[in-house]
């Protein structure tokens, strides 16, 4: 456990020299999170009584979710582990005398925490400066900011769980960019990073729930803007949970297969 620690720490720090590329990606994330929030508005202002959430609650949603980006999004995936496998140098990864899962596990969460943290705290600290109801809002008490956190952790091994999924099916490809392209686009879609799971139509959202990219964005930001509590939020981190340990095994299973016949690429 503790090399694995030490893989955690040393991909942690390397993240956060990365200064000058976060900054550049605020401007975005701010520009992005003011027209979600202002197009939503137009939507509620037409017919309140139809629209899922509060505006407080879903403006608190949208700046969070900029806020943690990287950190519960297929497109924090780790650059450096599709550059190894293309390259051919995952070759030396292999030789190494631990588990490459574990391994890349460790790093990878290292790399989607250090990229947030540099990140998250302008974001919050000028998102929270905002008049409602257009501002981050505080959440309701103390124990819904603890199950937040709880909830956090949880989407942090869900999501990190799928992006290994993603790195040991490229073992096989030749170029990683299609495979990538697909695992982020129906994860942003189901997770409710473009449209908030509450806004699906009734039926279907069930049914997206109970899939693992629910697992990850949604329950978190629902939870600290107060749109999910009581039995619903208990089951949604339930699954998060269940969610966790069955993809966990399946990369686990992956990488046993996937290593056994392994095709490094460049030689």
Same mark, same amino acid.
């Given at each position: 456990?503790?090399?694995?620690l030490?893989?955690?720490r $040393?991909?942690f720090?390397?993240? #956060?020299?990365?200064r000058v590329?976060? %900054?550049?990606?605020?401007a975005?994330?701010?520009f992005?999170?003011?027209m979600?929030?202002?197009a939503f508005?137009?939507?509620?202002?037409?017919?309140?009584?139809s629209f899922?959430m509060?505006l407080?609650?879903m403006? &608190?949603? +949208?700046?969070?979710q900029?806020? @943690?980006?990287?950190l519960?999004?297929?497109?924090g995936?780790?650059?450096?582990?599709?550059?190894? +496998?293309e &390259?051919?140098?995952?070759?030396y990864?292999?030789?190494?005398p631990v588990?490459v899962?574990a391994m890349?596990?460790?790093?990878?969460?290292?790399?989607?925490?250090s990229?947030?943290?540099?990140r998250?705290?302008?974001? +919050?600290?000028i998102?929270? #400066?905002l008049?409602?109801p257009y501002?981050?809002?505080a959440?309701?008490?103390?124990?819904?900011?603890l $199950?937040?956190?709880? &909830?956090?952790?949880?989407a #942090?091994?869900?999501?990190n769980?799928?992006?290994?999924i993603?790195y040991?099916?490229?073992?096989?490809t +030749? $170029?990683?960019?299609?495979?990538?392209? %697909?695992?982020?686009?129906?994860?942003?879609?189901?997770?409710g990073?473009?449209?908030?799971?509450?806004?699906?139509?009734?039926?279907?959202?069930?049914?997206?729930?109970l899939?693992?990219f629910?697992?990850?964005?949604n329950?978190? #930001?629902r939870?600290?803007s107060?749109d999910?509590?009581?039995p619903?939020?208990v089951?949604l981190m339930?699954?998060?949970?269940?969610w966790a340990?069955?993809?966990i095994?399946?990369?686990?299973?992956i990488?046993?297969?996937e @290593?056994?016949?392994v095709?490094v690429?460049?030689?």
């Open positions: 456990m503790r090399k694995y030490a893989f955690f $040393t991909r720090n390397m993240g #956060l020299q990365y590329a976060a %900054i550049a990606g605020l975005c994330q701010f992005w999170g003011a979600a929030i202002l508005k137009a939507f509620h202002d037409t017919d309140p009584s899922p509060s407080p609650a403006s &608190s949603y +949208i700046w969070l900029q806020a @943690l980006l990287t519960l999004t297929m497109g995936m780790d650059n450096e582990f599709f550059s190894v +496998i &390259s051919g140098n995952v070759a990864e292999l030789c190494r588990d899962y890349w596990y460790s790093r990878s969460a290292a790399a989607r925490v990229n947030a943290l540099l998250c705290v302008p974001v +919050i600290v998102s929270a #400066l008049p409602a501002g981050l809002s959440p309701p008490d103390l124990l819904t900011f $199950t937040f956190l709880l &909830s956090l952790v949880l #942090l091994a869900v999501i769980a799928m992006g290994m993603v040991m099916i490229t073992f096989h +030749i $170029t990683p960019r299609g495979v990538r392209l %697909i695992a982020v686009n129906i994860c942003d879609f189901f997770s990073d473009i449209i908030p799971l509450p806004f699906f139509p009734a039926g279907f959202k069930e049914f997206v729930e899939l693992p629910s697992a990850t964005a329950v978190p #930001l939870i600290y107060g999910l509590h009581g619903e939020m089951k339930l699954l998060q949970v269940f340990a069955v993809l095994a399946v990369g686990k299973l990488e046993c297969r @290593l056994r016949r095709t690429q460049g030689g």
